[in-house]
């Protein structure tokens, strides 16, 4: 059972490309989550989907967009990188029946933009 | 707006030792309170899931306590092991979009 599974691993990014981040579920999940996570600020939410065909906005929003492409599948979009997009990018999932159920996280994705 | 500290951020202990990890969150309005372990370069790990209606959860030499009205939870780590070595974050979700996250503890277990 793969859990949570994000793609890339690693990335560099030139300022100005554009690049998606993909993730897949396989646990039957509701909501998905796209988290960035940096030094010193923790983890923040980028934006969520609470169901397939629903997306929101999280903390950070600014600068990505996402798309929920069914229920197994969440990605997130880049369209102009910046320097400031450096970070690790975590999808994770929650919710089968139960919206109050334990959330999962894939492996990240480590993103550097130069 | 929801805010999650964790105190201390960091830790060190001599192997064998119990130890208690702090979470406290200032919104009592939650869903749940899960603690995480997250080892250096990887992903988070899930190691319990506290419902708001319960007080605390046990898994092998773990175990979690949640006291909603003062806003904290704590994680009691039994006969500290090198392995248990990680940061620990501990995550409150407040409505079914959203979770916030402490800063985590950095644990090291000294052999």
């Known amino acids: 059972n793969a859990g949570v599974t994000q793609t890339p691993k690693f990335q560099v990014l030139k300022t100005g490309q554009s690049m998606t981040l993909q993730c897949a579920q396989d646990?039957?999940?509701?909501?998905m989550y796209w988290y960035r996570q940096d030094p010193g600020m923790g983890l923040r939410l980028i934006y969520y989907?609470?169901?397939?065909?629903?997306?929101d906005k999280g903390e950070v929003p600014n600068g990505y967009n996402v798309s929920r492409l069914n229920k197994r599948e969440f990605s997130l979009r880049l369209e102009s990188a910046a320097p400031s997009q450096t970070s690790v990018y975590f999808c994770?999932?929650?919710?089968?029946?139960?919206?109050?159920?334990?959330?999962?996280f894939g492996q990240g994705t480590r993103l550097t933009v130069v | 707006k929801q805010e999650v500290t964790q105190i201390p951020a960091a830790l060190s202990v001599p192997e064998g030792e119990n130890l208690v990890l702090n979470c406290s969150f200032t919104?009592?309005?939650?869903?749940?309170l899960q603690w995480f372990r997250q080892d250096p370069g990887k992903g988070l790990t899930s190691l319990l899931l506290?419902?708001?209606?319960?007080r605390e959860q046990t898994s092998g030499r773990l175990n979690a306590s949640l006291d909603k009205s003062s806003g904290r939870s704590t994680l009691y780590i039994a006969a500290s092991q090198p392995g248990d070595s990680a940061t620990y974050l501990c995550?409150?979700?407040?409505?079914?979009?959203?979770?916030?996250f402490g800063d985590g503890t950095t644990l090291t277990v000294k052999p």
């Open positions: 994770a999932s929650s919710g089968g029946q139960s919206k109050y159920t334990e959330a999962f």
């Open positions: 989907s609470a169901s397939e065909g629903t997306t």
């Open positions: 506290i419902q708001s209606s319960q």
């Open positions: 919104d009592s309005a939650i869903y749940n």
């Open positions: 646990m039957n999940h509701n909501s």
């Open positions: 995550a409150v979700r407040t409505n079914a979009g959203k979770s916030t």
